[in-house]
C-alpha cells in the first residue's frame, strides 16, 4: 500500500497481483484504482481463493475493477508493457525451480511500463522443525534459495531499474503440517523496484 502513491497516476492504469488469494492485497489495489478506473488482475489457482476474492470484491464494492485469472503462476502469460505495477507476495517461491522462477522475473519485468514498479515479497533460507522432536524437515517449498543467491538473481534481473525498497527480515512461525506442529523460519526479503523511462 506504501508503494501505490508512488504509481504515475493515469487513467486505466493495470496492475497485475500475482498469487491473490482472496485479495489482501487485491480489494485496497483495487480501492485506490477506482478513481482512475484502473484495473487489478488478480492471478491465482485455487477455487477457494476466487471464491473468496469474488465474494471480497462485491462486499467491497470494487468488483469492476478487479479482472480474476483462475491460472497458476507459471501458466499466466505476461504481456509486454502491459502492467503499471506488478505485486508478488510470498508466491513466487512455489514456482516449480530456480530456472522457471527466472524466466518468469524475466517475463514481468518486460511486462511493466517504463516507470512502472513491482513489489517482491519472497522468503528464502526456508527451514522446518518439527515442534515436539526438534527434527529438521524437508521445507515445503519448491524454491528454498539462500538469502545470498536470492539477492544476486534480484540484482542481476533488475540491473538499471531504480531500489526504493530492499530489506530482509527474519520471520519465525508456527505452522501445521498435516497433525503436526511445526516451527518455520526464513528471511523475508522484501524488493520495491522501479523500471527505468529509457
Not at 518486460?110 to 522446518?128: A, V
Not at 527480515?169 to 503436526?180: A, N, Q
Request: hydrophobic share 40%.
Amino acid at each position: 500500500m506504501e508503494v501505490l502513491p508512488e504509481l504515475i497516476q493515469t487513467d486505466g492504469m493495470r496492475v497485475l497481483d500475482l498469487g491473490s488469494g482472496v485479495g489482501r492485497n487485491t480489494i485496497p489495489i483495487a480501492a485506490y484504482l477506482k478513481p482512475f478506473h484502473g484495473t487489478v488482475v488478480a492471478v491465482d489457482l485455487l477455487n477457494s481463493a476466487i471464491e473468496g476474492l469474488r465474494s471480497y470484491s462485491l462486499e467491497h464494492q470494487v468488483c469492476p475493477y478487479i479482472e480474476v485469472v483462475q491460472s497458476d503462476i507459471e501458466s499466466y502469460q505476461i504481456e509486454a508493457d502491459s502492467f503499471d505495477a506488478i505485486i508478488a507476495v510470498s508466491t513466487l517461491e512455489h514456482l516449480g525451480s530456480e530456472d522457471e522462477l527466472k524466466r518468469k522475473l524475466a517475463e514481468m519485468a518486460l511486462g511493466t511500463k517504463p516507470g512502472g514498479i513491482h513489489c517482491i515479497i519472497i522468503g528464502t533460507n526456508i527451514q522446518e522443525t518439527a515442534i515436539r522432536t526438534n527434527e529438521a524437515l524437508d521445507p515445503m517449498f519448491e524454491i528454498n534459495m539462500s538469502t545470498e543467491a536470492m539477492n544476486e538473481l534480484l540484482q542481476h534481473t533488475y540491473q538499471g531499474w531504480e531500489t526504493m525498497k530492499h530489506l530482509v527480515k527474519p520471520l519465525e512461525f508456527e505452522i501445521s503440517r498435516g497433525d503436526e506442529s511445526v516451527m518455520l523460519a526464513s528471511d523475508c526479503l522484501t524488493l520495491v523496484v522501479r523500471k527505468s523511462f529509457l
